[in-house]
């Protein structure tokens, strides 16, 4: 961070002149919120209803019928922004395989109303809010919070439920890691929506326990009854890709027999990409030859990390960042590659390494507990941020000839049809502590206690 403060400071302006420009913006956000003109910053401005893009499946698609009380999965986020990190690929595979097997409606939002995400004779286009609806905030919504707000209270007045999913929490519990607008509009977003919602599911049970252990710290008070719960994320999204050629890039990299480790994600500072660099950069003076692989588009607070990757003397040579790599590069190099490095401080699930495991591929992993939940065993760890650590977890791995032993990943549409089951039957596994009592976390009681544990021996 240290780095990136004086990457940023290079062209920086005065002291004097950078405080008032950060004064004069959160005047300007703050007044334009109390107007009703917070979407001229926020990202919530709708386009006209002739602009708005939706995708058209075909015909003959075997759709089957949509299940009651219907789930409602808001995927405004993805729809208008077209992002492409790891949200927005949950986001489409569950998308995609709900609306398939009848377990959801995926929607998203236009001047205040929710109309439906796919196109088909089936489906109807505009969806109206009826009793008994459960609407899940899958996506970003924190880019879209007053829109939010007003389809929540709609369902609330017509009785049905509200719930939203949680990735994770890290711009809360490591805010110099974004930028200050980020972390202000995240904070938000948790206060107003995710404390409101009568639920909240999680992308991994460790997710769930950030939460739980930050709303006890903070003191929040979350809407009365708010259950938690988690499901696990599938891993075989880039099973397809085989029918598109792979870029040049991807088969130069693969063309040589010298071994090369994968790391993907985002660029930016909670991925651990510089710990992993200056692991690299101790083996290579060492006399490995071996290459890093880095598959993920520039993100944020990274430009002097960025910098570090394009101006190194191994770039082109045994270092290499695909920054727009296909569904089809990635899995020929997860195929290929002989481990995946995944050396970041915070994480709310990790889909890289459950899709390495989908390709039989042997994981080095930083010591967090969300990637012992998805690991287990089949991991080397290292210390947090030990680029000597790493450094020897990686020679190591060279020593040992890479096994393919594919372990048992969860699939789409098994996640789909998890967290459906999840929402649907009101299954969560926890609640919040009842600060009246002094309890602890407590897990779901009675019946729902019986029929949690067959539906988690069903699916483990």
């Known amino acids: 961070m240290y780095n990136e403060l004086n990457e940023r400071r290079r062209d920086d302006v005065d002291e004097a002149t950078r405080r008032l420009y950060i004064h004069t913006k959160e005047f300007y956000w703050t ?25 058209t499946l075909p015909e003959d698609a075997a759709l089957l019928p949509l299940q009651h009380p219907r789930l409602l999965i808001d995927v405004t986020p993805t729809q208008r922004f077209g992002h492409k990190t790891g949200i927005q690929r949950v986001v489409q595979e569950i998308a995609k395989h709900a609306v398939s097997n009848g377990a959801g409606l995926p929607v998203f939002i236009v001047n205040g109303r929710l109309v439906s995400f796919f196109r088909h004779a089936g ?33 609330t007045e017509r009785g049905g439920a509200n719930v939203v999913g949680l990735h994770d929490l890290i711009p809360l519990d490591y805010p110099t890691a974004f930028a200050p607008e980020t972390v202000a509009t995240f904070k938000r977003w948790f206060e107003t929506i995710a404390l409101a919602s009568d639920a909240v599911v999680c992308v991994s049970r460790s997710t769930a326990d950030s939460f739980v252990d930050y709303v006890r710290r903070r003191g929040y008070s979350p809407k009365f009854g708010q259950r938690i719960g988690w499901w696990p994320l599938g891993a075989d999204f880039c099973a397809a ?26 660029i930016e500072p909670r991925k651990g990409y510089s710990v992993a660099l200056s692991a690299f950069e101790h083996l290579w003076r060492t006399g490995a030859d071996i290459r890093y692989v880095i598959v993920g588009g520039s993100g944020w607070q990274s430009r002097a990390l960025e910098s570090r990757i394009r101006l190194h003397p191994e770039f082109g040579r045994r270092l ?30 990790g889909l890289p390494l459950v899709e390495a495991a989908y390709h039989g591929l042997p994981v080095i992993a930083s010591d967090i507990p969300v990637f012992r939940e998805i690991t287990g065993s089949q991991a080397r760890f290292f210390d947090l ?61 009675g019946v729902a206690v019986r029929e949690q544990a067959a539906r988690e021996a069903r699916f483990s």
Do not use: N
């Open 320 to 349: 290499f960042w695909l920054e727009a790599a296909s569904d089809a590069d990635l899995r020929l190099l997860y195929a290929r590659a002989h481990s995946l490095i995944a050396a970041s401080f915070a994480e709310g699930f």
């Open 241 to 266: 890709a085989a029918v598109a050629p792979p870029s040049p890039q991807a088969a130069a990299i693969v063309a040589t027999m010298r071994p090369f480790f994968l790391s993907v994600g985002t």
């Open 123 to 155: 489906l109807p286009d505009e969806v109206e809010i009826v009793a008994g609806d459960k609407f899940l905030m899958l996506d970003s919504s924190w880019l879209i919070v007053e829109e939010t707000m007003a389809i929540m209270k709609t369902v």
């Open 31 to 55: 007044v334009t919120r109390l107007v009703g003109l917070g979407h001229l910053h926020d990202g919530s401005r709708s386009r006209p209803q002739a602009a708005v893009e939706r995708f």
């Open 385 to 445: 941020l030990d680029e000597k650590g790493l450094a020897e977890a990686i020679r190591s791995a060279l020593a040992s000839k890479r096994t393919f032993a594919q372990a048992r990943i969860w699939t789409w549409k098994e996640s789909t049809q998890r967290l459906a089951e999840l929402v649907s039957d009101g299954a969560y596994q926890m609640r919040l502590p009842d600060k009246r009592s002094g309890r602890g976390r407590a897990p779901c009681g």
